[in-house]
């Protein structure tokens, strides 16, 4: 039994599929919708959420989506591992990234776009870890943070997926993208996200 | 931006390589994504567009140690960051502290000294200042030096402020600076107690019969072993029930050390040695 386990993590390790979730300005009503689509079961990747806050904010987006939620939601501290089936926050005031052993790792470095966390250092990060098994979710927000992430994801084999900008509350984000890349795999409206990116896990 | 450059896990080894037969700097305990990203935007800062080219520009020594240690570490620190753990040092350890005729504390990575200078405030407030030396370390000379002159930018006093309020300062901030042409210099008698000595968490030596260690926002720079070999520094280094103190998204849950730790709060950090 035991052996059998850790053949399954030992497996699962190489394999996982993370999903990373971008956004800033109106984007938690995005990510609202998105994770009602969400169980333990459904959910056979990683998901792991970037959104611009107010440092000092703490984790209540953490809390208020465990009570909503009857999927683990987790805030990321430096150094935990990867597992498929939880819903990781990327704590205010941190950037963050994907160590090659599928840890996450914080780093307080400059902002970058006036972000901290950042989406392009997350999509760069975690796209050269994974390659092709990264998914990427970029939705409303007010600034342009994404755009050079979603190439490195785009040049590594990732998938991009981008929240239709006629939908998004600020759309400065998704279409800063879209104008970023020659070709975007699927630009959709909030509530396709989910069903096009499970398509991929 | 640094979109378009590219290095190899290979020519990231090279690197760690070079930096320490070149310019003695030792980066090999370094969490590899964040050393990963330093490199690449030092990359860009000096217009290398290949890894090649990056070489070439190090081989040559065109930077100064201190320079290339500079800008590969990161020195992003406040005042009362975290305020809830300066309040409940405040609220919950300090009349632990109290107990001690003479109080040591360390500050191990201390960057250009907010940190030391935050508890320095609430001490002084809890009259504890006069009786505390607080020993501040850091591996690079450069924020050692600004954390020495206690200098900083006057914007910045005003999110420090904040923090202060809610950490439970009992004085306006401002009473313990003097704004001039945009700068803030900290009141002297704050800086009287700190000792600031250059040393490196990796391979330096133990302190001794140290009361406190504040060790905030290092690990997440480290690899796991360094984070244990670090742990083990500091438990050497703390009187029995001594306090641990690491950032507030770090921990050492996963470390070899923790059955000599206590968990006084596991949201905020803070450990205590067992005996
Ligand atoms: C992000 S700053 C944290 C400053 C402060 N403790 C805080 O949390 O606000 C990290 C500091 O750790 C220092 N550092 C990194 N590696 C170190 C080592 N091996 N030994 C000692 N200091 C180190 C860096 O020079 C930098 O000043």
């Known amino acids: ?201 | 931006m640094e979109a378009l450059l590219e290095i190899s896990e290979n020519e990231l080894d090279d690197f760690i390589q070079l930096s320490d037969k070149l310019y003695g700097i030792d980066f090999s305990g370094y969490a590899l994504e964040s050393l990963r990203r330093r490199v690449l935007r030092l990359m860009q800062l000096k217009s290398c567009d290949s890894f090649t080219a990056f070489k070439y520009y190090l081989a040559n020594q065109q930077l100064s140690d201190e320079e290339l240690l500079n800008e590969i570490s990161v020195n992003t620190t406040e005042m009362f960051r975290d305020f809830e753990v300066f309040k409940f040092l405040k609220d919950e350890v300090f009349s632990v502290l109290e107990t001690y005729p003479r109080i040591n504390i360390w500050h191990a990575g201390c960057s250009t000294g907010q940190e030391p200078l935050s508890l320095a405030i609430l001490l002084k407030e809890h009259g504890l200042l006069r009786r505390t030396v607080q020993y501040c370390t850091d591996i690079n000379s450069e924020v050692l030096a600004q954390a020495k002159k206690g200098i900083y930018e006057l914007k910045e006093m005003k999110d420090y402020s904040a923090n202060y309020i809610r950490s439970g300062g009992a004085m306006s901030l401002s009473d313990y600076y003097v704004a001039n042409y945009g700068k803030a210099k900290m009141n002297r008698e704050l800086g009287k107690n700190m000792v600031f000595t250059k040393h490196n968490l990796i391979n330096g030596t133990s302190f001794n019969q140290m009361h406190m260690i504040m060790c905030r926002n290092v690990f997440i720079y480290l690899t796991t072993a360094q984070q244990n070999k670090v742990l083990r520094l500091f438990i050497d280094s703390l009187v029995p029930r001594g306090y641990l103190i690491l950032g507030v998204k770090e921990s050492a849950v996963f470390s070899t050390v923790l059955n000599e730790l206590e968990i006084v709060n596991g949201k905020l950090k803070i450990y205590r040695k067992k005996r």
């Open chain 1, 1 to 201: 039994m035991a052996n059998s386990r850790s053949i399954e993590k030992k497996d699962s390790h190489s394999t996982i599929k993370v999903v990373l979730f971008c956004g800033s300005t109106g984007a938690i009503e995005v990510l609202e919708k998105f994770l009602m689509n969400v169980s333990q079961k459904n959910l056979r990747a990683a998901l792991v959420v970037i959104l611009h806050r107010k440092t000092g904010t703490r984790d209540l987006l953490v809390r208020y989506l465990n009570e909503k939620l009857n999927v683990m939601v987790k805030a990321i501290e430096h150094g935990v591992p990867l597992e498929k089936g939880v819903i990781y926050i990327a704590p205010a005031g941190y950037h963050c990234m994907l160590e090659k052993d599928m840890t996450l790792s914080l780093d307080l470095s400059e902002k970058v776009m006036f972000s901290r966390p950042s989406a392009d250092v997350s999509l760069e990060s975690f796209s050269y870890n994974l390659k092709d098994r990264l998914i990427a979710i970029i939705v409303s927000g007010a600034n342009s943070d994404g755009a050079d992430g979603a190439k490195c994801v785009s040049r590594r084999n990732g998938k991009i997926i981008v929240q239709n900008p006629t939908e998004a509350f600020a759309k400065t984000m998704p279409s800063a993208v879209i104008d970023s890349l020659d070709k975007v795999d699927h630009i959709v409206t909030t509530k396709e996200l989910y069903k096009t990116a499970a398509k991929y896990f």
